[in-house]
């Protein structure tokens, strides 16, 4: 019995494989992987495999089915963004399976989309025969009277070459059935020695070339170096725009947007503006006549419109979190999501309502608006989500899965967050009050926990949260002291490991009787 080193090679077999540029490898009757040149990293790495390795049963088998065909089958392997035909030989002199890859990714590319797409497409051999035509190309071909492996009419053919062979030709024409007319944009796929034909609905384009004057929207004409040689009775803003009329030449930055946008190659449009009307100018350069058409629509409305919901988007977003927005717009009356663990912290402004009897109603609110605005700050830094204020008292709360546009661990680090905000906003009040020459202080309080947060009723509606969390932490903060953050039990277990904590001692809390309370130091130093 001989062993697979003491086998004869297969003749051919062993010749350079390492030079080959295709993929090359040999698996043992037993699925080892004996052999594979530097071209088959790709097929490897999508078997996860290397030399010396089993490769998984599914790929031994499907390779062992391939080669046991007549003629012998091939295994498809999908490596990133490349494809292979891995051709799986037996050798019984060896017992083992050469395997001989092939990069088909082109030919995939190719192949994969032209059934599925709308418009017409189309594929020529280079002798003008018709290889192949989508569903979408049906009108066409009948309207030519061919069918499949027909040769297309020769100057069609004559003029597709022409095209490739001119970059700046205008793509052919050609009519369909139902009046349909259609430009089939030629592109030549060497490596498989056939050119495709791409093909777009002109129909529309056509019927109102043919009547300008008619046309209710902007119609205008230019030559190539930009001298306007038509403009219909509906173009007169446009004109304006455009700071020219016709028989007269286009300022050449004016005419320079406009090729610019010709070139564009899907969406050669460009916009206008003048008497506050706006217009989108579809530009088509038309080479047969050596110019340039442009078809306005006025889109004043629709941007109008678009500008309208963009500050009703910004103004809801200001009201409620980004996915509850879109629930209550998909339908949802009533929202309420329960949350197993939520961080609630609750601030009030110290003395205000002694303060506000001395101040007029415009201080007030510009007091209140500054001290508040500065917590919104510290709420988005912390990516925390505001809920509301009350009087002179805010509210924020974090561990909101909803929290719009914040990183993954938002969630997981809010009672820290939380923390910080509340740490932050005595420092933020303190500088505002020495500015303003005010002895302005703020109590805080905290509290961990479940709660429930949604949206209820139909007018005035606000995202609000309840639970028992909340109540814990609005007693926090209504039995704090100025200038510190109280927090409970459950608090302080969760945060001792990362924050500094000085105990108070025994509260007393409406509702829960004496508990043991602390205040929040700092943060403890980063070992």
Same mark, same amino acid.
Request: hydrophobic share 45%.
């Given at each position: 019995?001989?062993?697979?080193?003491?086998?004869? =090679?297969?003749?051919?077999?062993?010749?350079?494989?390492?030079?080959?540029?295709?993929?090359?490898?040999?698996?043992?009757?037993?699925?080892?992987?004996?052999?594979?040149?530097?071209?088959?990293?790709?097929?490897?790495?999508?078997?996860?495999?290397?030399?010396?390795?089993?490769?998984?049963?599914?790929?031994?088998?499907?390779?062992?089915?391939?080669?046991?065909?007549?003629? =012998?089958?091939?295994?498809?392997?999908?490596?990133?963004?490349?494809?292979?035909? %891995?051709?799986?030989?037996?050798?019984?002199?060896?017992?083992?399976?050469?395997?001989?890859?092939?990069?088909?990714?082109?030919?995939?590319?190719?192949?994969?989309?032209?059934?599925?797409? =709308?418009?017409?497409?189309?594929?020529?051999?280079?002798?003008?025969?018709?290889? @192949?035509?989508?569903?979408?190309?049906?009108?066409?071909?009948?309207?030519?009277?061919?069918?499949?492996?027909?040769?297309?009419?020769?100057?069609?053919?004559?003029?597709?070459?022409?095209?490739?062979?001119?970059?700046?030709?205008?793509?052919?024409?050609?009519?369909?059935?139902?009046?349909?007319?259609?430009?089939?944009?030629?592109?030549?796929?060497?490596?498989?020695?056939?050119?495709?034909?791409?093909?777009?609905?002109?129909?529309?384009?056509?019927?109102?070339?043919?009547?300008?004057?008619?046309?209710?929207? =902007?119609?205008?004409?230019?030559?190539?170096?930009?001298?306007?040689?038509?403009?219909?009775?509906?173009?007169?803003?446009?004109?304006?725009?455009?700071?020219?009329?016709?028989?007269?030449?286009?300022?050449?930055?004016?005419?320079?947007?406009?090729?610019?946008?010709?070139?564009?190659?899907?969406?050669?449009?460009?916009?206008?503006?003048?008497?506050?009307?706006? @217009?989108?100018?579809?530009?088509?350069?038309?080479?047969?006549?050596?110019?340039?058409?442009?078809?306005?629509?006025?889109?004043?409305?629709?941007?109008?419109?678009?500008?309208?919901?963009?500050?009703?988007?910004?103004?809801?977003?200001?009201?409620?979190?980004?996915?509850?927005?879109?629930?209550?717009?998909?339908?949802?009356?009533?929202?309420?999501?329960?949350?197993?663990?939520?961080?609630?912290?609750?601030?009030?402004?110290?003395?205000?309502?002694?303060?506000?009897?001395?101040?007029?109603?415009?201080? %007030?609110?510009?007091?209140?608006?500054?001290?508040?605005?500065?917590?919104?700050?510290?709420?988005?830094?912390?990516?925390?989500?505001?809920?509301?204020?009350?009087?002179?008292?805010?509210?924020? %709360?974090?561990?909101?899965?909803?929290?719009?546009?914040?990183? /993954?661990?938002?969630?997981?680090?809010?009672?820290?967050?939380?923390?910080?905000?509340?740490?932050?906003?005595?420092?933020?009040?303190?500088?505002?009050?020495?500015?303003?020459?005010?002895?302005?202080?703020?109590?805080?309080?905290?509290?961990?926990?479940?709660?429930?947060?949604?949206?209820?009723?139909?007018?005035?509606?606000?995202?609000?949260?309840?639970?028992?969390?909340?109540?814990?932490?609005?007693?926090?903060?209504?039995?704090?002291?100025?200038?510190?953050?109280?927090?409970?039990?459950?608090?302080?277990?969760?945060?001792?490991?990362?924050?500094?904590?000085?105990?108070?001692?025994?509260?007393?809390?409406?509702?829960?009787?004496?508990?043991?309370?602390?205040?929040?130091?700092?943060?403890? /130093?980063?070992?």
């Amino acid at each position: 019995m001989t062993t697979p080193s003491d086998r004869p =090679p297969v003749a051919g077999m062993g010749l350079f494989p390492d030079q080959n540029p295709n993929p090359v490898l040999r698996m043992d009757a037993a699925g080892v992987l004996t052999y594979a040149n530097a071209a088959s990293k790709p097929i490897l790495q999508a078997w996860q495999a290397a030399v010396g390795e089993t490769l998984p049963e599914p790929i031994v088998a499907s390779l062992r089915s391939a080669a046991g065909e007549l003629p =012998p089958g091939r295994v498809e392997v999908v490596s990133g963004r490349q494809t292979f035909d %891995v051709l799986a030989i037996h050798v019984p002199e060896i017992d083992a399976f050469n395997l001989y890859g092939t990069d088909i990714t082109a030919a995939k590319v190719v192949e994969r989309f032209p059934d599925r797409n =709308p418009n017409p497409v189309l594929r020529m051999t280079a002798d003008g025969t018709l290889w @192949y035509a989508n569903d979408a190309s049906r009108s066409i071909i009948r309207a030519l009277g061919i069918a499949v492996g027909d040769p297309l009419p020769a100057p069609l053919a004559e003029q597709f070459r022409a095209a490739l062979a001119d970059p700046t030709a205008r793509p052919p024409e050609v009519g369909g059935e139902g009046g349909l007319t259609f430009r089939l944009k030629p592109v030549e796929i060497p490596e498989f020695e056939f050119i495709n034909l791409y093909g777009t609905d002109i129909t529309a384009e056509k019927a109102i070339d043919k009547f300008p004057n008619q046309n209710p929207n =902007p119609v205008l004409r230019l030559t190539r170096q930009g001298r306007m040689t038509y403009a219909n009775p509906a173009s007169a803003i446009v004109r304006k725009a455009l700071g020219a009329e016709v028989g007269a030449n286009l300022a050449p930055e004016m005419f320079a947007r406009i090729l610019g946008a010709s070139l564009h190659p899907t969406d050669p449009t460009m916009e206008v503006e003048a008497d506050a009307t706006l @217009y989108r100018l579809r530009v088509v350069a038309v080479y047969e006549f050596d110019s340039i058409n442009l078809y306005g629509t006025d889109i004043t409305a629709a941007r109008q419109v678009e500008r309208l919901n963009a500050d009703n988007e910004a103004l809801l977003l200001n009201i409620l979190p980004r996915s509850i927005a879109e629930r209550l717009r998909g339908g949802e009356t009533a929202i309420a999501d329960r949350f197993d663990d939520m961080t609630v912290l609750f601030a009030d402004v110290v003395g205000f309502t002694a303060m506000s009897s001395r101040l007029s109603a415009s201080e %007030v609110i510009d007091l209140l608006n500054e001290v508040f605005t500065a917590c919104d700050r510290l709420a988005e830094r912390f990516r925390l989500e505001k809920i509301k204020t009350v009087g002179d008292a805010y509210m924020v %709360v974090g561990g909101l899965q909803t929290v719009y546009g914040y990183a /993954p661990d938002a969630h997981a680090t809010h009672a820290e967050d939380v923390a910080e905000m509340g740490l932050a906003i005595i420092d933020e009040v303190d500088r505002l009050g020495r500015a303003r020459g005010l002895s302005l202080e703020i109590r805080v309080g905290m509290h961990v926990g479940p709660a429930v947060a949604g949206v209820i009723g139909l007018k005035k509606f606000i995202y609000d949260v309840w639970g028992d969390t909340v109540n814990m932490a609005s007693r926090m903060e209504s039995t704090g002291v100025p200038g510190r953050v109280q927090v409970s039990r459950e608090t302080y277990d969760r945060l001792a490991g990362t924050f500094e904590f000085e105990p108070r001692g025994l509260v007393e809390v409406k509702g829960k009787g004496r508990i043991e309370t602390w205040f929040v130091k700092g943060r403890r /130093p980063r070992s």
